[in-house]
């Protein structure tokens, strides 16, 4: 796997907008570009739509869905989806699905929880 740290992704300029700690020099540096351009939408956006997939996520659960795909998953951030919905079911199944392998878990950290926990799965 190639991972360019010179150049930004869209998951890490992501993972920054949301305070997060998976991103380069490059992620921030494209994240700012953004911010100048469009003002502090870009983040806040981020931050909403990060708010959104935590009650969505939350309401299912709560509704009894125990079986989730989080596709385009990116980067594991505070309340992921399997975190979420184990709150309200612990028996909630969970599949992180993502065309970048570095999102999909095996750098950052996904398939270490799917070892740990039966309920999730990565796949890239």
């Given at each position: 796997?190639d991972?360019?740290?010179?150049?930004?992704t869209p998951?890490?300029?992501?993972?920054y907008?949301?305070g997060g700690?998976?991103n380069?020099?490059?992620?921030?540096?494209?994240?700012?570009?953004?911010?100048?351009?469009l003002?502090n939408g870009a983040?806040?956006g981020?931050?909403?739509?990060?708010?959104?997939l935590?009650?969505?996520?939350?309401?299912?659960?709560?509704?009894?869905?125990d079986?989730?795909?989080?596709i385009?998953?990116?980067?594991?951030?505070?309340?992921n989806?399997?975190?979420?919905?184990?709150?309200?079911?612990?028996?909630a199944?969970?599949?992180?699905?993502?065309n970048d392998?570095c999102?999909?878990?095996?750098?950052?950290?996904l398939?270490?929880v799917?070892?740990?926990?039966?309920?999730?799965?990565?796949l890239s």
């Amino acid at each position: 796997m190639d991972l360019r740290i010179d150049r930004p992704t869209p998951a890490r300029v992501y993972d920054y907008f949301l305070g997060g700690k998976d991103n380069y020099a490059s992620d921030r540096q494209a994240a700012e570009q953004i911010t100048q351009a469009l003002g502090n939408g870009a983040a806040e956006g981020a931050r909403e739509n990060r708010l959104f997939l935590r009650r969505v996520v939350a309401w299912l659960a709560r509704a009894g869905i125990d079986q989730f795909i989080d596709i385009g998953a990116g980067l594991p951030t505070q309340d992921n989806t399997h975190q979420v919905a184990q709150r309200f079911n612990p028996d909630a199944r969970v599949v992180y699905v993502d065309n970048d392998r570095c999102n999909s878990g095996c750098v950052h950290g996904l398939d270490d929880v799917a070892h740990a926990n039966e309920q999730v799965s990565a796949l890239s």
